[in-house]
């Protein structure tokens, strides 16, 4: 479908992302890359300026956002710790990462938040309008201690700076204070740091805090020193959380062991939590989500004092099971209390995680432990723009916005699988313009 700059979708079935009822028969005026007007169909009056497009029995609802992908363009099982990934070539994974981006924008996200050094890049080829792919609010490589979460050990220092796909090693808060810059140097529009461990080798315990309460408090001052700049912390133990807090975290990325005055600090400070569901309650198998692919057995380092043998996991199948169900119980009585959340996939790589379908899993997970289809799509929508700090511009479909739509031929309110299908989407319009037909990119 070839729009004109001034178009109208006529007759359609209205999702405008707060979770109020749909609104039927409604038209949609957009005038360049913006919505200019909202309204129902009885109060529509032709205007030859405008193209009308009719999409009777249609449903639009806004863009959807992933706000925690990483656009590594790597290729692997992640065996110990992603030395498949980091021995790749820099110029392989780049270009690799712009069609993963646009199989993200074929499943219907047309913005996301990305931590990687390819975002950076990604954000200005995309916003150059010539080749088509999602809105990238980038974090460019974020903050790792050495030997923290994101240090590929069985490298030199030197390569892991050189060669990591999302991350680069910091450690003091003056050295924290340099990468900060050198990252906003380059373009990035929020920071991102990995404040505890995530349970992925001998010193990556997730139980165990990776960043000084003055390292941190760095970190988020000399963000904030841009105007606007946003800060996302990896933090999932309960300490990790409270000092990230404090020191003036916008996000919590993963925080499963959050407690209610941490909830409280939370909602009072408008600190979003980014809860990657699948990612966590699929360690120990809790959820059947579809797919039987199993999940390779990482290769860890290890220390004597809890050495059970090569194939032993870091944690046994009863102490996953524990972790499992803590999840799921702090997430319900966060959901319950207000706090704000986004949803995030945490999407690395292929085929691991595949994108696009990843993303689907997580929306499947949320609906598994409770929250309702209009409560996700708001989710997926409104609070996760909040969480890109873009909820002036995306996120919702009003009068002023961006025209970040897709089109669908089922109500996805309906059922999870309903938005979970790619095939139910007719088009996906951003900035005004048709950008995926039928499963089809459009150039």
Known sequence: MELKENYVLKNVNLIDGYGKE?????????????IMQIDDMSEYKADNVFQEIELAGHYVMPGLIDAHIHLSGGRGEGLYLDGDIISEPNLMRGMRSVGDAQTLLKSGITSCRDISWNGLYLKRIFREERIVGPRIIACGPGLARTGGHCDTFQFSEEMVQKRHQWAVLADGPEECRKWVRRILRQGADQIKFWASGGGNWATDNVFDVHYTFEEMKMICDEAHKISGTMVCAHAENLESIKQCIKAGVDTIE???????????????????????INLLTNASGSFDLGSEEEKPIRTFAFHQRSDGGPETSLYSDEELEMYTNMIIDNFSKAKEKGVKIAMGSDTVYEPVTPYGEYTMQEYKALKHIGMTVSEI??????????????????????????????????????????????????????????VVEEGCLKY
Do not use: W
Not at 23 to 34: D, I, L, P
Not at 254 to 264: A, N, T, Y
Not at 394 to 409: F, H, P, Q, R, Y
């Open 22 to 34: 749909i609104k039927e028969n409604m038209f949609v005026a957009v005038s360049g890359r913006h």
């Open 254 to 276: 993963h925080g499963e062991m959050l407690d209610e005055e941490c909830m409280e600090l939370m909602i009072e400070r408008g600190i979003i939590l980014v809860p990657t």
């Open 377 to 434: 799509i708001t989710s997926a929508t409104l609070n996760s723009a909040k969480a890109l700090g873009m909820d002036h511009k995306t996120g919702t479909l009003e009068v002023g916005k961006l025209a970040d739509i897709l089109v669908l031929i089922k109500n996805p309110a309906e059922d999870i699988e309903i938005l979970c299908d790619n095939s139910n989407i007719r088009y996906v319009i951003q900035n005004g313009k048709v």
